[in-house]
């Protein structure tokens, strides 16, 4: 019997292929599968996952893209003789790589816009099933056109897409325990930490982490690792939130100015992939905080903190205790000063610190495994194609 053959176009946080062959001089010279090898185990969201269990049946052959690995799409293209323009070099790499690999699906966990997408699928007519992917409550169907099932970490989102017309899936986020093998031992060199983003656009903002990981910062104390924090990033999409009339984001960006101010002077820069995982293992705590919308808790960091054995303190959602226990298996609060007084009593109690963050680990690794959830998938819905 053939084995189905997916292709997976990804795409990285802006500013990550970079800082990722900056510290690998010479990598992007190296073969193409040789530079996707590494950079897929680096961890980063699904990393490898896909890959890795998918081909361990021997039913799947998985070709997996980093669509804004630039040196690695480039190399790519060198291998195989693709010609292409500057100004659309993504775009034709991605078409030329599915023409070659001929997939019978196509999961496109990138940021297309609905016209590439539609043009690339017309292109390639091997492919039968397109999955996109919403993990942020995006819920814009024209976005996501050219797709037959769309996959989120958010159970809401997922039946918003079956309503909407096509095959919502809803695929938690987890951890995948081969990670912890290329980790080091923790040092608990942190005595709380913030990994994160601080996005504030029209459909997704942390406005409220903002504030969060403010207050607790001069309450007890933080370190930060935030890529968004660097530059003029924020104040420019004030001035963008202006140009474009929406008013309501101009001001509530205005609010949380002296907040960025002062975190900026502390942010100790972006962590991604291992390195972020690294921190939040030589964290005693880390803290965890939902985009602004939605009353469920699922996302990635829940999975990171507790998989790598950190002690995770994380704001509370009516789910919460589907996922873990909380005050067992994780740490909630419903405000920040709630926030800052577990903060001090998770420091000022090492045993029980320790044991929650012992049970967390424990949970996570048994039931949040993220190769189980995407063989889940796979026998639900791929294996039935």
């Known amino acids: 019997m053939s084995r189905i053959r997916l292709l997976k176009?990804?795409?990285?946080?802006?500013?990550?292929?970079?800082?990722?062959?900056?510290?690998?001089?010479?990598?992007?010279?190296?073969?193409?599968?040789?530079?996707?090898?590494?950079?897929?185990?680096?961890?980063?969201?699904?990393?490898?996952?896909?890959?890795f269990y998918l081909e361990a049946g021997g039913r799947y052959e998985?070709?997996?893209?980093?669509?804004?690995?630039e040196l690695a799409q480039r190399q790519w293209a060198r291998e195989h003789g693709v010609r292409y323009s500057e100004e659309n070099w993504s775009e034709a790499i991605l078409a030329a790589q599915l023409a070659d690999f001929k997939p019978d699906i196509w999961f496109c966990n990138a940021w297309l816009t609905a016209q590439q997408r539609l043009r690339l699928r017309r292109a390639c007519p091997s492919i039968r099933y397109v999955i996109g992917y919403d993990g942020i409550r995006n819920h814009d169907p024209e976005c996501l056109a050219g797709c037959d099932?769309?996959?989120?970490?958010?159970?809401?989102?997922?039946?918003?897409?079956?309503?909407?017309?096509?095959?919502?899936?809803?695929?938690?986020?987890?951890?995948?325990?081969?990670?912890?093998?290329?980790?080091?031992?923790?040092?608990?060199r942190y005595l709380i930490s913030f990994c994160g983003s601080m996005v504030i656009q029209?459909?997704?903002?942390?406005?409220?982490?903002?504030?969060?990981?403010?207050r607790l910062q001069r309450a007890v104390g933080i370190d930060v690792f935030c890529a968004d924090l660097s530059g003029r990033k924020i104040e420019r999409l004030l001035l963008s939130h202006l140009y474009r009339r929406r008013l309501d984001l101009a001001w509530r960006t205005v609010q949380i100015c002296p907040a960025v101010r002062r975190?900026?002077?502390?942010?100790?820069?972006?962590?991604?992939?291992?390195?972020?995982?690294?921190?939040?293992?030589?964290?005693?705590?880390?803290?965890?905080?939902?985009?602004?919308?939605?009353k469920t808790a699922g996302n990635i960091r829940l999975f990171e903190a507790t998989g790598v054995g950190t002690c995770l303190l994380t704001d509370w959602k009516e789910n919460l205790p589907d996922i873990f226990e909380p005050d067992r298996e994780v740490v909630a609060f419903c405000s920040a000063e709630?926030?800052?007084?577990?903060?001090?009593?998770?420091?000022?109690?090492e045993e029980a610190r320790r044991a929650i963050a012992a049970a967390g680990q424990k949970r996570c690794l048994r039931d949040h495994n993220i190769g189980h959830h995407i063989l889940k998938f796979a026998d639900e819905v791929l294996n039935k194609l």
């Open 62 to 69: 998985v070709m997996d893209v980093v669509f804004n690995a």
């Open 149 to 188: 099932a769309v996959l989120s970490c958010v159970r809401e989102s997922a039946a918003f897409y079956t309503r909407a017309g096509f095959r919502g899936y809803w695929i938690p986020w987890g951890f995948d325990p081969r990670l912890l093998a290329r980790l080091k031992p923790s040092q608990e």
């Open 338 to 349: 709630e926030c800052a007084e577990k903060a001090r009593y998770l420091l000022d109690h």
């Open 9 to 51: 176009s990804s795409q990285a946080y802006s500013g990550y292929p970079e800082l990722f062959y900056a510290d690998r001089p010479g990598l992007g010279e190296r073969p193409f599968s040789e530079q996707m090898q590494i950079f897929l185990a680096d961890g980063f969201f699904f990393g490898d996952a896909w890959k």
């Open 263 to 294: 975190l900026r002077r502390i942010n100790c820069g972006e962590r991604f992939g291992l390195a972020m995982l690294q921190t939040l293992a030589d964290s005693k705590v880390t803290l965890n905080i939902h985009i602004d919308i939605g």
């Open 202 to 214: 029209r459909n997704v903002s942390h406005f409220e982490r903002l504030r969060l990981v403010d």
